[in-house]
């Protein structure tokens, strides 16, 4: 008990790390609060709290250490199912082309592995949870920190933004001058949505972010959209391929197998689903056209059909012809 009082002492005596003490100072501060404690005592209480919390940090000074505390950290209350959530999180955003932003966040996602290792005396259940897909994803694309930080500052200050972009398949980088107005995660890759000098007045461009070189802000300001979402449907067209300002009617049959899973997990919003026959269903809803919604069709194979909008109907198909002729026997 007495130990546990002495290292809850010393949690709020130590400061942020801009004011950073070292293990002597913390002890004379603890013995101005009455304790009779050694020196060592109070070394050994900090090494043990650096490895109880990861909001507790030293670094190398001379001979000795200096100690601190991140007080946001320190602060911080969370249920060891709330620290589940945020590993899960973690690690399904890491897996997702967000390595680099979820290292930066390492104390506070260490803070939350060291509460499910402590929420069970005699178990370690960090261990009991991942994240995974049954879609095979791509290994992310490789970003630069340093472009990255650049876009992000310019996102939380408004400012416009110069860099060096090379378009696939160019031989060259091109100087484009831009403003930031969006960052979009999606499909291991990081896109800006963005406006620049030469794109055609009304429209958004979305460019991912491991093709840029280079990036530093500018005095310039570059005109922006005033109602500018990054949800509507201008941003989105650029981002995900939407192609229609609404969304429209679909009418899919789909089989008895995906029928059941579309019942767990439904396509869209107003769907329904009603028999035809033994083995076929029929589906209907409204969704925007896009070209997530072609690759969704697409992989499910021989268990749908497209029935409505024609358009629609006719694109899948030839699209599936072609697929087919790929492994038609000559």
């Not at 940090?57 to 000795?64: A, L, N, W």
């Not at 990054?230 to 197998?257: E, F």
Request: neutral net charge; proline residues 5%.
């Amino acid at each position: 008990m007495d130990q546990l009082f002495r290292q809850d002492l010393i949690l709020g005596i130590l400061p942020g790390k801009e004011n950073a003490l070292g293990s002597a100072a913390v002890h004379e501060r603890v013995t101005r609060q009455g304790l009779n404690v050694d020196l060592r005592t109070i070394q050994r209480d900090l090494n043990d709290l650096k490895e109880k919390y990861p909001h507790v940090r030293s670094r190398e000074d001379g001979s000795s250490k200096l100690w601190w505390a991140e007080k946001s950290l320190s602060r911080l209350s969370m249920l060891p199912t709330d620290a589940m959530n945020l590993v899960m999180i973690m690690n399904h955003a890491t897996r997702f082309g967000m390595a680099a932003q979820v290292e930066r966040l390492s104390p506070l996602r260490n803070y939350a592995v060291s509460l499910l290792k402590g929420s069970r005396p005699t178990q370690d259940v960090s261990g009991k949870i991942t994240s995974n897909t049954r879609f095979i994803t791509l290994q992310p694309s490789v970003v630069k920190p340093e472009v990255l930080d650049v876009i992000q500052q310019a996102l939380l200050d408004g400012l416009s933004v110069e860099a060096l972009y090379q378009k696939r398949g160019a031989d060259e980088p091109k100087r484009l001058q831009l403003k930031p107005l969006g960052l979009s995660y999606q499909d291991s890759n990081i896109y800006l949505s963005c406006v620049f000098k030469g794109l055609p007045q009304g429209s958004i461009a979305a460019l991912p972010l491991h093709r840029f070189k280079t990036a530093r802000t500018m005095r310039e300001d570059i005109a922006s959209p005033d109602d500018y979402d990054i949800n509507s449907v201008p941003a989105l067209q650029s981002l995900v391929g939407l192609r229609t300002d609404h969304p429209v009617q679909i009418r899919l049959r789909v089989s008895q197998a995906l029928s059941e899973r579309l019942r767990e997990n439904p396509l869209t919003e107003d769907q329904t689903l009603e028999p035809e026959t033994a083995d076929w269903w029929l589906m209907s809803g409204s969704i925007h056209l896009s070209q997530g919604l072609d690759l969704w069709l697409l992989s499910q194979g021989e268990h749908l059909e497209v029935l409505e909008p024609t358009a629609l109907r006719a694109q899948i198909a030839a699209s599936a012809k072609r697929m087919a002729a790929l492994y038609t026997e000559d």
